[in-house]
């Protein structure tokens, strides 16, 4: 359920993910598998057949259970903290979402075991795009609940895939502030379609995700980090939005620069910590994907 809490936290700001902090926390490849448990066939014909628990047990729903519940907790009691922040301090914060992200994209590489150059070439890619995109200016979409529907099936990749951030992507698609402002106000109107949307995207995702971790596990590892190094761009404590594209600028003087500096290095130092504490907690890997492969 700490985990969770973590994981909510995280799913909450643009350019951090709640699955690069599931992979830091060392539950990542568990999530992914029992996430992809839950389209199998095998497991509704559990049900069908009356066998509730084994059903259960066998979705790890216990596991999932404590997780959401964590991740429902952090966005209700940090959602308005975070909006009244984003509002009135925003280089701060910021520059605790850029050290996050700079160490995150480090612990993810911690997570490849083999073949590094293909890790490499891939986040270099992944990088590319990712700060190509995080240049773009938020566009503007219907406030309808199909937009919001759309928008909770995009954004939730963030559970599913570390180093791709959802609020990152709402805010793209224009829907983070409402959505939100949505959470600190229990809006159905928006919260009913969105959460909706993000049943589907777990569903459509999960089995995909886990697939793809089994079969090119540096690639999509390396992928993952350059997406982190790219959205850097997005998070830097000072820039400017113009028509199509985000522009970064200076400091506007070094008192400021030197306190963003000085939370950024707080903020990666954690990171690391929590990173090396789960690392140490792990069984050994015995194959290229880690402990992905074997928690499938």
């Excluded at 509730?52 to 999932?64: Q, T």
């Excluded at 994209?105 to 890790?119: G, I, K, M």
Aim: glycine share 10%; proline share 5%.
């Amino acid at each position: 359920m700490a985990r969770g809490v973590a994981m909510g936290s995280a799913d909450l700001v643009p350019g951090v993910s709640g699955g690069t902090m599931a992979l830091i926390l060392g539950i990542y490849p568990r999530l992914i598998a029992a996430l992809s448990n839950l389209t199998r066939a095998q497991t509704w014909g559990t049900l069908r057949a009356g066998r509730i628990r084994r059903a259960w047990l066998g979705v790890d729903g216990p596991f999932l259970t404590a997780l959401a519940t964590g991740i429902a907790v952090a966005v209700l009691a940090l959602a308005r903290a975070l909006d009244w922040t984003l509002e009135h301090h925003p280089v701060p914060l910021y520059a605790v979402f850029f050290g996050m992200i700079a160490a995150s994209a480090w612990a993810v590489l911690q997570e490849v075991r083999a073949r590094p150059r293909v890790a490499a070439v891939w986040a270099l890619i992944g990088a590319l795009i990712a700060f190509v995109m995080t240049g773009l200016a938020p566009t503007v979409t219907p406030d309808r609940p199909l937009a919001y529907l759309l928008a909770g099936a995009i954004g939730v990749s963030a559970l599913l895939l570390p180093g791709v951030s959802g609020a990152f992507l709402l805010l793209l698609l224009g829907k983070y502030e409402q959505v939100l402002a949505a959470v600190t106000r229990f809006d159905l109107a928006v919260l009913g379609p969105f959460g909706v949307g993000l049943v589907i995207g777990l569903l459509a995702f999960a089995r995909l995700i886990a697939a793809a971790l089994r079969r090119w596990p540096s690639a999509v590892l390396g992928v993952l980090a350059g997406f982190l190094v790219g959205s850097l761009r997005k998070v830097w404590p000072w820039q400017d939005e113009l028509a199509v594209r985000t522009v970064v600028l200076a400091p506007p003087n070094v008192g400021e620069a030197l306190l963003a500096a000085t939370v950024m290095i707080v903020a990666a130092g954690l990171v690391v910590v929590a990173q090396r504490a789960s690392v140490r907690g792990r069984a050994p890997r015995t194959d290229d994907g880690g402990d992905g492969s074997s928690a499938s």
